[in-house]
């Protein structure tokens, strides 16, 4: 939710920073701006829409030599206080206008501080709640009686004492040729050039320059200028503090979209790669042994990644006698029953903000906890005991979906070092089964659901979160609006709902649930809904019932989770590929959802 991105060097900084923003942009795309240090002033630039949708000269004023500089600060909006506009957008700026700030975050006692700075004379130029950061700032920098002024560093310190909420904050004053940043819980990486030092949201835009990186801790004053960088804890000494380097393995060519129309489309095509990745990521050794030792496991994840958690409960709870608990992340706050046992929580860009106050809330219990995250340094890898890398290299596209095979992959996995007995595992060949998916036609499947304004989703038993996932996909990229069910639940009141409008999605495989299916789908029919089936294409059942069959080899439960989540994400991609949504920036969505 927002990016933002500093850069402290020898290049261009708006450039820099309009390149890494176009990177950011699926953190948020209301809005976006820019300031920059030109040292003889700060220029601010920024408005509503999306960068992409702009010229980035008239951005970037290119024209306009005197708007160069090699110091600045960019951010890219996902709106909270304030509707999208040229004025709420980012940077933000004091009374002065000598200072710019960019916030990602809330600050929750936003309202009293804005109501107290008014009432001291100062005057806001928008609705957010950021603003009143660079407000505090400036007050702290330039007093009223003209004494005591402090540096741009000891002034965001201080700020920092008075904002309550999570943030991750990047301050510029006009003359300094530095960037002050500090988080709380919000992400916040720094890269490390050579004569070049960049902060950002996450690690995208600053591959390009370099793979040298540190990731802040809560707390943590960092400033950048061209020649260094300088960390300190809030409140203590300016020693500074000794950090670990991180060296990145990500190239800037993987996160291009490599000739693919959509990113979504070019991450489902890495699918294979990541599975095969994430399934050899986790072995009897790499289990913490309070995963193997616990009969009780509490999951906690939000939205797709919930949905390869009901996966995992319905598979480990068959193969194990282990107990699994599954909660909404933003529910499980009003949960009253302890935790027994350990928590696991799961979340791609492990910065959702529900499932990393999941883990707190779970050392309350005392639970030891295990996360499961695609991102190497983010918020859960910090507050979790344990963490596991589902290696599904980056995803771009807001709509989750290597990572949702990644996290499937790495949770089936564990079902099978936990399973007691020998396992058949097929799971060392599933990359292999769904590489086939990949080719299927879509077409005819894409043709019944062109007009449909509803349609639903129907499974049972570990087919349900699969048709939950599927539906939740083709909500967020296409709008058509599509209901996941129980396939045994519809007649208990959906019924009403169906008819030749409605089309239908049904997974439907040989295995212990085929004959009721059959029988749901035979009702559904009758009420002359287009029914769409992921099945064997030579069942006589399916060719008598189905207006078109997507084919599925069965292969068993283990694999056959796979195959129809991929063909149900490619469902969903033609669809709206068809309807020339915007499939990689769906409106109103941001990829990681950092407030509650
Ligand atoms: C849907 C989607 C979201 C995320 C959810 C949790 O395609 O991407 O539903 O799954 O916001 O995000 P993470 O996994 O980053 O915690």
Redesign the pocket.
Known sequence: MCGIIGYAGFRDAAQVLMQGLLLLEYRGYDSFGIAIDTVTDLTIMKRVGRISDVKQSIICGAEDAENRGTVGIGHTRWATHGPPSDINAHPHSDCTKTIAIVHNGIIENYHTLKEKLISDGHVFSSETDSEVIAHLIEDVMYPKQNQGRKTLVEAVEIVTDMIIGSYAILALAQGTNEIVAVRCKSPLVLGLGDGEFLFASDMLPIIEYTDQVIYPDDGDIIHINQTGYYVHKRGGNKTGVPYNITTLTLSPQQVKKGGYPHYMLKEIYEEPEALYRSIRSITPDTLPKSLKDTQCITVV??????HAGMIFSYMLEEATSKLVRLEI?SEFKYATSPVHGLLLA???????AD?VAAVKRGRCFNAESVAI??VLGSSITREADHTLLMHAGPEIS????K??IA?LGVLLQIVNCLHNEDFNNELTRVHQAIVPVLSLSFDTAVDLCMDAEHMFYVGRGVFYPIVMEGA??LK?ISYIHAEAYAAGELKHGPFALLSSKTPVVAVCLPGSTYAVMIGNLKEMKARGTPLIVLGDPRSPELIELADHIIPIKPEGTMIDIFTTSVALQLLAYHIAAKLERDIDKPRN?A???TVE
Do not use: D, H, P, R
């Open positions: 994840a939000c939205g797709t990644s919930y992340g799961i979340s791609q860009s492990g910065e959702t499932t995250t695609n807001v709509a989750a979906t990572s949702f996290q939740l996909k967020e969505l990829k990681s959802v």
